[in-house]
């Protein structure tokens, strides 16, 4: 009885219920529900509206938001089912591939890198190298790059900041330069040391 | 992400002679230098730590009194079952650990923000169900440099800081944003825990 309490207590309307206006609870389970009956990850919408709630979001948008949520989830399965035919999705690859599409990564640049690993790490690492004015091929290619020198994982962002960074040395270099370099470097990219010194070497400012 | 200044990026990496900077961006070394040292601080000791030490403090009983050893029948009405399962579940399920030790799938998520005279800054996230109160920041010496560190499952998490209870800034410093997707362009930070 205990089991069957902890689950009702973790089901997305119980989640959902006092964090949300009431108002928008028909809708979003409603999108919940579509979720489940497609066989789509039901985590990240439950996230959206958790947030949408929290931020007071009016109601119409933010069951927009989570319905635009559900629509990117449909589209992460197709990405995946065509770039991984030959296994089932994983909701956590197709949370992977939302998210990737949310941060605005091409679909044809996310399923390039699909094969291989996990998704999260790679489709970050090429995220990252698009935002700083990397092209997009030439982002995958040097991903792939790095794979073949067998960097895997998080070892991935690690190139990324590696481009970055060259880009920023003084003298300025191009993306092409800056790619060039690091790619000579792999597999011996430098790992970013933790706590996370990537916050501490950029200007404060936006929004303080 | 955001661009640095290349010569202020150099003195950063041990690079260049700070000294030899321009006065604003000397200013700007001293700040984030000073933030680097926040960052090094290893997180404060976790509630698990303490309630250990604390374990470990007391000295053990040499024989347990006899009312310790008689067998004990406690009658439950049902709407007492269902509060100890909300509990137990509120206790399994708390999204956030306390702990100053990562597992093997999670790491130490450190938060700093620069808000000269905000009252109180939290970060609200993916990571805590977006639930308000949850991880508050400190200002020790009320320099505007709030920080604070947790222990997060490895992953990619969304999350923002509240200021003063009201207002939601995406963290400055974060490096990765992504649209929150509810239409009016607001961005939420993006952190990535590795394990």
């Given at each position: 009885m205990t089991l069957l309490l902890l689950l009702l207590l973790q089901s997305p309307h119980a989640r959902l219920e006092g964090r949300v206006p009431t108002a928008a609870l028909p809708g979003l389970d409603s999108l919940i529900e579509q979720a489940v009956a497609e066989s789509l990850p039901t985590e990240p919408l439950v996230q959206k509206a958790l947030e949408g709630g929290a931020k007071g979001i009016p109601v119409p948008r933010l069951v927009n938001g989570v319905r635009h949520g559900l629509v990117q989830?449909?589209?992460?399965?197709?990405?995946?089912?065509?770039?991984?035919?030959?296994?089932?999705?994983?909701?956590?690859?197709?949370?992977?591939?939302?998210?990737?599409?949310?941060?605005?990564?091409?679909?044809?640049?996310?399923?390039?890198?699909?094969?291989?690993?996990?998704?999260?790490?790679?489709?970050?690492?090429?995220?990252?190298?698009v935002a700083h004015g990397f092209p997009a091929d030439s982002a995958a290619e040097l991903l792939r790059a790095a794979q073949q020198q067998g960097l895997h994982g998080t070892r991935l962002l690690d190139v990324a900041v590696a481009a970055s960074h060259e880009l920023q040395r003084e003298g300025g270099r191009t993306p092409v330069e800056a790619l060039a370099r690091v790619r000579a470097m792999l597999p011996n990219v430098p790992v970013a040391t933790p706590p996370h010194p990537r916050t501490v070497t950029r200007r404060p400012g936006r929004g303080s | 992400m955001t661009v640095i200044d290349p010569r202020l990026q150099e003195a950063l990496d041990g690079e260049?002679?700070?000294?030899?900077?321009?006065?604003?961006?000397?200013?700007?070394?001293?700040?984030?230098?000073?933030?680097?040292?926040?960052?090094?601080?290893?997180?404060?000791?976790?509630?698990?730590?303490?309630?250990m030490a604390e374990i470990r403090r007391e000295a053990p009983?040499?024989?347990?009194?006899?009312?310790?050893?008689?067998?004990?029948?406690?009658?439950?009405?049902?709407?007492?079952?269902?509060?100890?399962?909300?509990?137990?579940?509120?206790?399994?399920?708390?999204?956030?650990?306390?702990?100053?030790?990562?597992?093997?799938?999670?790491?130490?998520?450190?938060f700093v923000g620069h808000f000269p005279g905000a009252r109180s800054v939290e970060v609200v996230g993916s990571f805590n169900d977006w639930q308000r109160?949850?991880?508050?920041?400190?200002?020790?010496?009320?320099?505007?440099?709030?920080?604070?560190?947790?222990?997060?499952?490895?992953?990619?998490?969304e999350y923002m800081f509240v200021v003063d209870g009201e207002r939601w800034v995406a963290d400055p410093l974060a490096g990765r944003y992504v649209d929150d997707g509810f239409g009016a362009g607001q961005q939420n930070a993006l952190l990535i825990v590795r394990p």
């Amino acid at each position: 009885m205990t089991l069957l309490l902890l689950l009702l207590l973790q089901s997305p309307h119980a989640r959902l219920e006092g964090r949300v206006p009431t108002a928008a609870l028909p809708g979003l389970d409603s999108l919940i529900e579509q979720a489940v009956a497609e066989s789509l990850p039901t985590e990240p919408l439950v996230q959206k509206a958790l947030e949408g709630g929290a931020k007071g979001i009016p109601v119409p948008r933010l069951v927009n938001g989570v319905r635009h949520g559900l629509v990117q989830l449909r589209d992460a399965r197709a990405i995946v089912s065509r770039a991984t035919p030959a296994r089932a999705s994983l909701d956590g690859d197709v949370a992977a591939v939302a998210a990737a599409l949310a941060r605005g990564l091409d679909p044809r640049l996310i399923e390039r890198l699909l094969p291989g690993e996990p998704p999260g790490p790679v489709l970050h690492a090429a995220a990252d190298l698009v935002a700083h004015g990397f092209p997009a091929d030439s982002a995958a290619e040097l991903l792939r790059a790095a794979q073949q020198q067998g960097l895997h994982g998080t070892r991935l962002l690690d190139v990324a900041v590696a481009a970055s960074h060259e880009l920023q040395r003084e003298g300025g270099r191009t993306p092409v330069e800056a790619l060039a370099r690091v790619r000579a470097m792999l597999p011996n990219v430098p790992v970013a040391t933790p706590p996370h010194p990537r916050t501490v070497t950029r200007r404060p400012g936006r929004g303080s | 992400m955001t661009v640095i200044d290349p010569r202020l990026q150099e003195a950063l990496d041990g690079e260049r002679d700070p000294a030899a900077l321009p006065a604003e961006l000397r200013e700007a070394y001293a700040r984030l230098t000073a933030a680097a040292a926040l960052l090094r601080e290893p997180p404060a000791t976790s509630v698990a730590d303490r309630v250990m030490a604390e374990i470990r403090r007391e000295a053990p009983a040499p024989r347990p009194p006899n009312w310790l050893l008689r067998p004990v029948t406690f009658r439950l009405r049902p709407v007492w079952t269902l509060a100890v399962a909300a509990a137990v579940a509120a206790v399994v399920f708390l999204p956030l650990r306390e702990s100053a030790t990562p597992g093997a799938e999670e790491g130490v998520a450190q938060f700093v923000g620069h808000f000269p005279g905000a009252r109180s800054v939290e970060v609200v996230g993916s990571f805590n169900d977006w639930q308000r109160g949850a991880l508050a920041l400190r200002d020790e010496d009320n320099d505007g440099i709030w920080h604070g560190a947790v222990v997060l499952p490895a992953g990619q998490h969304e999350y923002m800081f509240v200021v003063d209870g009201e207002r939601w800034v995406a963290d400055p410093l974060a490096g990765r944003y992504v649209d929150d997707g509810f239409g009016a362009g607001q961005q939420n930070a993006l952190l990535i825990v590795r394990p």
